[in-house]
């Protein structure tokens, strides 16, 4: 099993995950939006720990670096890597089965009100005929 070496060029993946994975665990995001991490740091940073923040913003600024060729390579990739893996490992086991009870909780919350309309609809029938 061979492990890639991060490079600058990752950076901007690395940044773009943390992102979505913000956004899906602590919202922030309008649907089909895809905010970058200084953003969704602005909007939901406070939710993280304070350790993992500042691991956070300086993701974010190495981010917004890295668009220049010449100052992304001068930046601590390594530590980046670091970085990206501790967010990575505490956000993506929170939010995995809470999303998972959440959307089946909305389908059968879906459910139950299609149940209780048609029943309504089935009681009215039956007074405006006189069954009732």
Same mark, same amino acid.
């Given at each position: 099993?061979?492990?890639?070496?991060?490079?600058?060029?990752?950076?901007?993946?690395?940044?773009?995950?943390?992102?979505?994975?913000?956004?899906?665990?602590?919202?922030?995001?309008? #649907?089909?939006? =895809?905010?970058?991490?200084?953003?969704? &740091?602005? %909007?939901?940073?406070? !939710? *993280?720990?304070?350790? +993992?923040?500042?691991?956070?913003?300086?993701?974010?600024?190495?981010?917004?670096?890295?668009?220049?060729? #010449?100052?992304? =390579?001068?930046?601590?990739?390594?530590? &980046?890597? %670091?970085?990206?893996? !501790? *967010?990575?490992?505490? +956000?993506?086991?929170?939010?995995?089965?809470?999303?998972?009870?959440?959307?089946?909780?909305?389908?059968?919350?879906?459910?139950?009100?299609?149940?209780?309309?048609?029943?309504?609809?089935?009681?009215?029938?039956?007074?405006?005929?006189?069954?009732?």
């Amino acid at each position: 099993m061979t492990r890639t070496v991060p490079t600058f060029e990752d950076i901007p993946r690395m940044a773009d995950q943390i992102a979505a994975l913000i956004a899906s665990r602590f919202g922030g995001a309008r #649907r089909g939006e =895809r905010p970058p991490l200084h953003v969704m &740091l602005r %909007r939901r940073g406070g !939710a *993280l720990p304070p350790r +993992l923040r500042r691991r956070a913003a300086r993701l974010a600024q190495a981010d917004l670096r890295a668009a220049q060729p #010449r100052v992304a =390579r001068q930046l601590p990739v390594a530590e &980046l890597a %670091r970085d990206h893996a !501790a *967010l990575l490992a505490h +956000l993506q086991p929170l939010g995995e089965i809470a999303r998972w009870q959440g959307r089946a909780v909305s389908f059968a919350a879906s459910v139950a009100f299609g149940l209780i309309v048609l029943a309504a609809i089935g009681v009215w029938i039956a007074v405006q005929r006189g069954l009732l």
